[in-house]
Nanobody
Framework: QAKLVESGGGSMQAGGSLRLSCTAS????????MSWFRQAPGNDREFVAG????????NYADSVKGRSTISRDNAKNAVYLEMNNLKPEDTAVYYC?????????????????WGQGTQVTVSS
């Protein structure tokens, strides 16, 4: 049974940093493209960052590009999202997502598994 568990959310100040973690179980982790999505109240769930199952390619939404880094540790079945220079508009529930051998990490439709989400609140 596949399970994704996020951690690292909380309340932060604008200009600060965060590091979210997602640990996977029940899947062959190194065969999954992993992504982070987020959803703010009243908004659709949107892509934040993705890392291909090969680990060689990453992709970022324009809103976080240049201040975010996604990485993975296949030995730990984990994917991470580091984000700097946080802004109040980064406030959302952040979700980890897994797509088997995926090539479109930004596509919600292709996600096989979702985590339960972790709340990030950025105050000014």
């Amino acid at each position: 049974q596949a399970k994704l568990v996020e951690s690292g959310g909380g309340s932060m100040q604008a200009g600060g940093s965060l590091r979210l973690s997602c640990t996977a179980s029940g899947i062959t982790f190194n065969r999954y493209t992993m992504s982070w999505f987020r959803q703010a109240p009243g908004n659709d769930r949107e892509f934040v960052a993705g890392i291909w199952w090969t680990g060689k390619t990453t992709n970022y939404a324009d809103s976080v590009k240049g201040r975010s880094t996604i990485s993975r540790d296949n030995a730990k079945n984990a994917v991470y999202l580091e984000m700097n220079n946080l802004k109040p508009e980064d406030t959302a529930v952040y979700y980890c997502a897994a797509d088997h051998l995926g090539n479109r990490p930004w596509s919600r439709a292709e996600v096989d598994y979702w985590g339960q989400g972790t709340q990030v609140t950025v105050s000014s």
